[in-house]
């Protein structure tokens, strides 16, 4: 069953430094998903995003992050200045339309801002 | 904005018992409703959803219930076994908002044999 894969797993950053996680989607999905959870709390919505421009996002979207599909597999998330409370995991999902359904989180990107 | 309450924050059950975890929308727009399985480490894992034009739903041992007068939906495990342990977030959303979910805080269940 194709998965979403998430790059790095784990990655460990000074505070103030710009970090990019990386994310392949399912080859024939069209919209695109971050979420985060800070650990040991529910998973929060951060973006979606679909014909390469962002559909939606929640407040804690603000300017330091921003989302792109490079190219015509990989879907990436910055966060240009690293704080310490930006500590969390960080999913990616996917989905072929838009209303099809809940979907499956890719494994995760656990950053630790130090 | 929609608000999603979630009960119990956790729950013991015997092996065999049944559990319930029930969650409260605010948004009467809402209208998807999925559960996820979070084991200890690992991303969440949709194990089953309900939309508004339906009550129930039921996949073997799972079945979810919708209430969209009160605004609620309740996930029943019957036969619980210890791999059921985990922790289950209900979750909300509206059509023209898709994917912008908003999770309840998580029930933490524990199946002791």
């Known amino acids: 069953e194709p998965e979403v894969t998430q790059t790095p797993s784990h990655q460990v950053t000074q505070m103030g430094q710009e970090v990019i996680l990386r994310c392949v989607p399912i080859?024939?999905?069209?919209?695109f998903y971050w979420y985060r959870q800070i650990l040991g709390q529910k998973v929060e919505f951060l973006v979606s995003f679909y014909n390469n421009e962002i559909s939606e996002k929640s407040e804690i979207f603000d300017d330091q992050f921003s989302v792109e599909r490079p190219d015509g597999s990989n879907f990436t998330l910055k966060i240009r200045s690293t704080k310490l409370e930006d500590s969390a995991m960080y999913f990616c999902?996917?989905?072929?339309?838009?209303?099809?359904?809940?979907?499956?989180f890719g494994s995760g990107t656990r950053l630790t801002v130090v | 904005g929609e608000n999603v309450e979630q009960h119990p924050s956790t729950l013991s059950v015997q092996e065999g018992d049944s559990a319930v975890i029930k969650c409260t929308y605010s948004?009467?727009?809402?209208?998807?409703f999925p559960w996820y399985k979070q084991e200890l480490g690992k991303r969440p894992q949709l194990i089953i959803d309900i939309r508004s034009n339906v009550g129930e739903k039921k996949d073997q041992r799972i079945a979810v219930t919708l209430n969209k007068t009160a605004k609620h939906f309740s996930l029943h495990i019957t036969e619980t076994q210890p791999e059921d342990s985990a922790v289950y977030f209900c979750?909300?959303?509206?059509?023209?908002?898709?994917?912008?979910?908003?999770f309840g805080a998580g029930t933490q269940v524990v199946v002791t044999p």
């Open positions: 999902a996917s989905s072929e339309v838009r209303e099809s359904g809940g979907y499956t």
């Open positions: 080859s024939n999905h069209l919209y």
């Open positions: 979750a909300a959303s509206r059509t023209d908002s898709w994917g912008k979910f908003q």
């Open positions: 948004d009467s727009a809402s209208n998807y």
